[in-house]
């Protein structure tokens, strides 16, 4: 491990380097990153690249902290390239053309060109677009990193030329082996006790910049054995990994849902108080709560949609924290109902279907005849009035008459919904005659 740091620990010990403990521990060789084996590690991807001293253009999509600037930087290194490092937060066209110069400048010396973009989420369409022509004449060999889903961010075009790579959120191992890196840097092994170890790695949300930081800070302030209250002290707490407009806002709802859907009452408060942890708006939550009371519950406990409703209703009354309760609330109801989607998927079929039949018109026996023209055409002809029938129910048909009797509503045999499913196949057999 001696060997790792070197120098380094000299300049941390000594206090001539007042660079984050993260810049001065940044690993020298691809084979010192951790926590991303699916990669790096003997017959991955880029691995197997390295040894063939051939990069292909690339996306590194990973959450902060985790080594994508690192490993673009060593990438170069290692195969053999310049590298050539921009970032879209700071540059605009007059920085990406400089680099394109120099990056023809290295060719003509016979080297070849890593650019690296950084944020490459930040620079606009027509700047992506840029890139094309550079990456397929073979001037530079692109790597964006970005922690940004690259589908929703990056042009399709800039994704068709190069390969993503999903860098993980680094694990506790992991984490644990950067606490050790800190300490031995400072030469002051074991000095965070074993819970305090634990908080950190809690409190870091797997980030590694983060913790190593932390870590240099108490070091650097705090001398002797360091426990968990001293942790808590320094780190306070670590800002939400969650953006409103951006992925983590997707993901966060979209496991909510789908924990409600799946009938897990447990996982739906765990998303719910991630979403209310991370400020997220509890109106928007409550508006798609709303949502799943139809699309997966819908008539199998009509009462599901009430439930929201009122929820709503609470929390624009009671607003933060009361009113987050009834959230919480409509939440778990949502999640202990029985499900159904027969309206969600009923509802979408006949939008499918109004929309290929556009023009017919209703059957003449539900039209109203109000002058004589009329009701010589047919308007109206044969009508019966549905509460005047024994059973109350006719049997006429409501369909254009070229269309026959489609069947869009076919409910499920659960919750309320089931008492339906009788009813409805005595009502078609009546409209079949």
Known sequence: MSDLFGENTKQVQTGKDNRPLSEKLRPKHLSEIIGQDQLLAK??????????????????????????TTIARLLAKEAGYEFLPISAVFSGVADLKKAFETAQTYQKMGKRTLLFVDEIHRF????????LPYVESGLVTLIG????NPSFELNGAVLSRARVFVLNRLE???????????????DRGGAFDENARKALIAICDGDGRYILNLVGEILGLKSGA??????????????????KNRDEHYNLISALHK??????????????????????????????????????????EPGALAVTIAARDAYEMLGSPE???????ATLHLACCPKSNAAYVSFKSAMALAKSTQGEMPPKHFLNAPTKMMGDLGYGKNYQY??????????????PERMGQPVLFEPKEIGAEARIVPKLEEWRRLRKK
């Open 226 to 243: 360091i426990n968990e209250d001293d942790v808590a002290k320094f780190a306070q707490r670590k800002p939400q990994a969650y953006d």
């Open 386 to 399: 549905d509460h005047d029938v024994e059973g109350g129910v006719s049997g006429l048909s409501g369909f």
């Open 323 to 329: 009113g987050e309760l009834a959230l919480a609330q």
């Open 172 to 186: 506790d191992d992991a984490l644990s082996e950067l606490i050790t890196r800190g300490e031995l840097a400072f």
């Open 43 to 68: 017959g991955a991807p880029i691995y197997e690249m390295v040894q063939n001293q051939s990069l292909a253009s690339m996306i590194l999509w990973g959450p902060p902290g985790v080594g994508k």
């Open 124 to 131: 606009n369409r027509a700047q992506q677009d840029g890139f």
């Open 145 to 148: 990193a970005t922690t940004e």
């Open 259 to 300: 924990s409600v859907r799946a009938s897990d009452p447990d996982a739906a408060l765990y998303w719910l108080a991630r979403m209310l942890n991370g400020g997220e708006n509890p109106l928007f939550i409550a508006r798609r709560l709303i949502r799943m009371a139809s699309e997966d519950i819908g008539l199998a």
